[in-house]
């Protein structure tokens, strides 16, 4: 099983950047998958997550700012984020839940148990 990240980079404050995730060895359209992100000196938290049926959640900071979407023919979970601020300066994860089918989408990092490597996202202001 892996997860491949992709797509950060170095932008100023009110750009965009869209992360992708590629996932391969196990049939992710069952599960909720989910984009982490980690400051240094800060704990992994929660950024968004996407059900097996596509409804989302968002983490209060990034609503409305963020959007997350799949693409399970293609076996994909993408983080679309706008008007970057500072303070998403972070190393962005994917990640795959533990279950299938789970009704809802956790946010504790210890239900996702399959993870990328991480993308460095940095936001100048």
């Known amino acids: 099983v892996q997860l491949q990240a992709s797509g950060g980079g170095l932008v100023q404050a009110g750009g965009s950047l869209r992360l992708s995730c590629a996932a391969s060895?196990?049939?992710?359209?069952?599960?909720?998958m989910g984009w982490f992100r980690q400051a240094p000196d800060k704990e992994r938290e929660f950024v968004a997550g996407?059900?097996?049926?596509?409804?989302?959640y968002y983490t209060d900071s990034v609503k409305r700012r963020f959007t997350i979407s799949r693409d399970n023919a293609k076996n994909t979970v993408s983080l679309q984020m706008n008007s970057l601020k500072p303070e998403d300066t972070a190393v962005y994860y994917c990640?795959?839940?533990?279950?299938?089918?789970?009704?809802?989408?956790?946010?504790?990092?210890?239900?996702?148990?399959?993870w990328g490597q991480g993308t460095q996202v940095t936001v100048s202001s």
């Open positions: 990640a795959a839940d533990s279950s299938p089918w789970r009704t809802g989408i956790p946010t504790q990092k210890t239900e996702y148990i399959y």
């Open positions: 060895g196990r049939t992710f359209s069952r599960y909720v």
């Open positions: 996407i059900s097996w049926s596509g409804s989302t």
